[in-house]
């Protein structure tokens, strides 16, 4: 079993529509999780930063941690045509070196259709 | 302040030539990291550098070598490219701020036939 599962999707939607973007994970010493938002042709811009468990809210997006659970998931209200993207969500362990190594979800794809 | 910055932009070798990508961030963090993304596999760690002087493998580190040259600069290097390393290249950097918080540069892609 990966260490993180995320969907591939592609997932397409109408504009306006509210999107759930989902990663399950194994390892329990996860502690810090994030999720990225990926352009065609570019790299990773950090979206969304979570701690602990519970909802953590920026404008039009939602992250939500359940560690019992160990599930995290991103919400997007009133998806707009500039959403579309790739969300890759990515967790880190608590480390003592001064750097901590990210594991990535494999990414959803997202179309949000005018 | 321009971040993470990568050269080049678009590289193709041929099947044994070598080659160094380029990384350099201008906001005096630590830490510094090279991943691969393809098609199905999402982004793998080849090499990170948690601080200047050292360096340590990822997840795919076979076939790549690193050098971390000052605290801004990571280069990673391709000694006998061979077509499994064709893959877009990302280098990543993080500081002292939230932990495992990583700033991106642009990527290379880069075609070995």
């Known amino acids: 079993q990966k260490e993180v599962e995320q969907d591939p999707g592609p997932l397409s939607v109408p504009e306006g529509a509210i999107v759930s973007l989902n990663c399950t994970y194994s390892?329990?010493?996860?502690?810090?999780f994030m999720w990225y938002r990926q352009y065609s042709r570019k790299g990773p811009e950090l979206l969304m930063y979570?701690?602990?468990?519970g909802n953590k809210e920026d404008g039009r997006f939602t992250a939500q941690v359940d560690k019992s659970s160990k599930y995290i998931s991103l919400f997007i209200r009133d998806s707009q045509p500039s959403d579309s993207a790739t969300y890759l969500c990515?967790?880190?362990?608590?480390?003592?070196?001064?750097?901590?190594?990210?594991?990535f979800g494999k990414g959803t794809k997202l179309s949000v259709i005018p | 302040n321009a971040g993470v910055t990568q050269t080049p932009k678009f590289q193709v070798l041929k099947t044994g030539q070598s080659m160094t990508l380029q990384c350099a961030q201008d906001?005096?963090?630590?830490?510094m990291y090279w991943y691969r993304q393809d098609p199905g596999m999402g982004l793998r760690l080849i090499y990170y550098?948690?601080?200047?002087?050292?360096?340590d493998k990822g997840e795919v580190p076979n076939g790549y070598n690193v050098s971390r040259l000052n605290k801004r600069e990571f280069s990673l290097r391709l000694e006998s490219a061979a077509p499994s390393q064709t893959s877009v290249y990302f280098c990543?950097?993080?500081?002292?701020?939230?932990?495992?918080?990583?700033?991106f540069g642009p990527g290379t892609r880069l075609t070995v036939t």
């Open positions: 990543a950097s993080s500081g002292s701020g939230r932990a495992g918080e990583q700033y």
């Open positions: 990515a967790m880190s362990a608590r480390s003592g070196a001064g750097s901590y190594q990210l594991t």
């Open positions: 550098s948690a601080s200047e002087g050292t360096t």
């Open positions: 906001m005096n963090h630590n830490s």
């Open positions: 390892n329990s010493a996860f502690q810090y």
């Open positions: 979570t701690y602990s468990s």
